[in-house]
């Protein structure tokens, strides 16, 4: 257990749909990293949160969105959903502090779009 | 951006045997290195990783290389065993914080 927890696990909906999913960082760790896992895509980098404040995106769709609140859970949104959305999404989390650099990831949540 | 290359894509071997896996990266200024094992229906788990200042590193079974100059570094598990079977990814961080993961390598260790 990486002491990162992650909500829903499984998430099913339909085409057209908006979505949240939620994460809670391990104690302590200051950032928030999410990353998409698709079988064609790979694990991508999404977007980056360091004390609630964004920090660096990545291939992140203009579909979705994120944010880090004051306590230091982060949410990511998912809207307009298309079918090419169904994947795995991970957040992970790290300190970004001295020499904690490490990104531990939760359990993921699995977005299926219909 | 950085560019991650993992080979091979899928490793078969003999229990107690050796399994080696080896990445390449394209970015000079990458400072990080982690390796992570992913069960299926589990996230990444990170199970060693190593700074671009050290050239070596090992935790049981476990060990890594990296060479700097030839942009590459390597996945070493020794005495192999069931559980060892999983998907491993190697990845490379440049210095804001973004990790660029490799394909992957579905490791099955016979038994």
């Given amino acids: 257990d990486s002491g990162v927890t992650q909500t829903p696990k499984h998430l099913i909906t339909a085409t057209g749909q908006r979505v949240t999913l939620r994460c809670s960082p391990r104690s302590g760790d200051l950032s928030v990293y999410w990353y998409q896992q698709s079988l064609d895509q790979g694990l991508q980098f999404l977007i980056h949160y360091y004390n609630g404040e964004e920090r660096a995106k990545g291939n992140i769709l203009e579909r979705f969105s994120a944010q880090q609140f004051p306590d230091l859970h982060s949410e990511l949104n998912l809207s307009s959903l298309e079918l090419g959305d169904s994947a795995l999404y991970f957040c992970a989390s790290s300190v970004d502090g001295g020499l904690g650099y490490e990104q531990y990831f939760g359990p993921g949540t699995r977005l299926t779009v219909t | ?111």
């Fill in chain 2, 1 to 111: 951006g950085e560019n991650v290359e993992q080979h091979p894509s899928t490793l078969s071997v003999q229990e107690g045997d050796s399994a080696v896996i080896k990445c390449t990266y394209s970015d000079s200024a990458s400072n990080y290195f982690p390796w992570y094992k992913q069960e299926l229906g589990k996230g990444p788990q990170l199970i060693i990783d190593i700074r671009s200042n050290v050239g070596e590193k090992k935790d049981q079974r476990i060990a890594v290389t990296l060479n700097k100059t030839a942009k590459h570094f390597s996945l070493h598990i020794t005495e192999t065993q069931p559980e060892d079977s999983a998907v491993y990814f190697c990845a490379a961080r440049l210095p804001d914080y973004k990790l660029s993961f490799g394909a992957g390598t579905t490791v099955t260790v016979r038994a």
